[in-house]
């Protein structure tokens, strides 16, 4: 009333007719509340928490190995595949693998499946609300992930059950996203936010692997028991005010590309061999151009967001001369202050570091996280920021990139501004606490077994 009677004054101090007075009065406030309701919430991170699968679930290469001759003693040379592919993966001593990838041989059900996801989301969970100090309630908005696993009742059923959350809860499962998945659900999430004033969002990324046990033939069908490991997260995003002060992030962009309208996109696979005849994990040529083309697609739509006026030009340029000089990789360094690169395994982080130009330093908390937990999917991102932040490397003001990569063929990004500083004694270790002063490690390019 106070705005309405301050624009009627001026118009009649300005002597306007009254005709047009209160057309204009309309359109003056249809305008402001347009531009208010209009504007974008900002979307904070308010904690995350990544789970530690117990060490009985261990599964050294030792162990690995022996269990790959004995399910594959009628095909050695499928259990030889397996061995290569390990020998080359990156992967360390310490990861874990369900209950079922210790039978001999593998029997997946049902059971086991929902075995290992309760054991991984209900942990990450409580530990995200210990570290939080909220109560299962105040939850309203629940995203879950996971491509293998769809169980019904869904995984975000489940949860909403064990912890007992209110019955106006608005919950969504996500399956068959792959290992970009996490990006998407945070993507979801965020625009929830935009809608629902002053509430919490809890995304939970996983892959559930039971499922993923594969005694077949197909060498390109062997390849994903190598390399996937158990690991789970639990995100917690909020668009209230007063959480400013204590969440870690802001997140400032999200950037999807999708290329399934490529049929080779849509199909593309591993390779079980290189030119020289070396069995290895390398990218097949059909993936190695969908993946740079994914990429491109994505930094293309990035770059004008977050590049300095330097790097833009720099950008526009080439981008118009292209077809004379190739394509055109900013140097992303002078932007962001962290990269967290989708843990895929170790040809994707080492073409990732080539197209990008990254130093090994950027590069670290993707090898080190394939090598302590191995390839954990859509939650890998996750694990990898945890890692940055045990190394008290976070500071306030820097600016962080996720990416990840998909099956589809998929490539999303996720931009988040710290929103304070991380202290150690205060936020924890993580899933680093009991390690973090092992990291890094030397992994070498061949271990022989």
Known sequence: MELCSFIFHCFNTFKIPNIICPSLVFIILFTLIFLFTSKQKVVYLLDYACNIPPSYLRAPSS????????IFKDNPKASHFQMRILERSGLGEETCVPLVGHYIPPEPTIELARDEAELLIFSAI??????VGLKPKDIGIL?????????????????????????????YSLSGMGCS?????????HKLLQVWPNSYALVVSTEIITPNCYMGLERSMLVPHCLFRMGCSAILLTNKWAERNRSKYRLEHIVRTHLGSNDKA????TQEEDPKGNVGILLSKDLMVIAGEALKSNITKLGPLVLPVSEK??????????KYFGPFIPNFSKVFDHFCIHAGGRAVIDELQKRLKLSTLQVEASRMVLHRFGNTSSSSIWYELSYVEAKQRMKKGDRVWQIAFGSGFKCNSLVWICNRNIVDKFDGYGPWKDCIDRYPVCVPDIIEF
Do not use: G, W
């Not at 162990?63 to 004995?70: N, P, Q």
């Not at 409580?126 to 570290?131: A, I, P």
């Open 63 to 70: 162990c690995f190995i022996e269990h790959s001759r004995i």
């Open 126 to 131: 409580d530990e995200l609300f210990r570290k």
């Open 143 to 171: 995203v879950t992930n996971c491509s293998l696993f769809c169980p019904s009742p869904s995984l975000s059923s489940m949860i909403v059950n064990k912890y007992k959350m209110r019955s106006s809860i608005k919950s």
């Open 181 to 189: 998945a996490s990006p998407i659900s945070i993507d979801l999430a």
């Open 266 to 269: 849509y199909t593309c696979v």
């Open 313 to 322: 030009t720099r950008f526009v340029l080439h981008f118009i001369a292209q």
